[in-house]
């Protein structure tokens, strides 16, 4: 099994990071415009619904730890996506795992390199600035 992981430094409380990696409104502010939630799971939708990731949320400890469970999704079903923030002097350590992906193919390297770009959107919101979400309904925003 092969994990993607990242961390980064968050001038920003854990309370003001925690909602944004757990929940379905939080995810709106850096990931994905189209984010809908049902039946306790949530899903991100990209470029019109052409894919739809399903996420379960199987851990919740408020506000350091929380993991989805991805449910559907191309090479994503199976796998985990971790969130564990660690309080410090100057904020919070934010580390990133989206774990047991069955193997290195050329879709896992295309996520690596979004996750590194999504960790910055991230980190910008909780700093409440820009740039929003990286998938926007039509596509990638930029």
């Known amino acids: 099994m092969l994990d993607i992981q990242h961390s980064v430094q968050i001038a920003a409380k854990l309370e003001a990071i925690y909602p944004l990696v757990a929940t379905a409104d939080g995810f709106r502010k850096w990931w994905a415009t189209d984010v809908t939630e049902t039946d306790g799971a949530v899903d991100l939708a990209f ?9 379960r949320r199987t851990v919740d400890k408020p506000p350091t730890e929380v993991e ?12 985990r996506i971790s969130f564990r923030l660690e309080p410090g002097e100057s904020g919070t350590l934010l580390r990133f795992s ?18 590194g770009e999504l960790m910055y959107r991230l980190k910008a919101a909780a700093q409440g600035k820009a740039p929003g979400p990286l998938f926007t309904t039509a596509g990638m925003a930029y």
Do not use: I, K
């Open 47 to 55: 470029f019109n619904r052409m894919t739809v990731y399903r996420l």
């Open 68 to 79: 989805w469970l991805c449910e559907t999704g191309q090479e994503w079903t199976g796998t």
């Open 98 to 115: 989206h774990a047991d992906w069955q193997a290195a193919t050329d879709y896992f390297v295309s996520c690596n390199t979004a996750w």
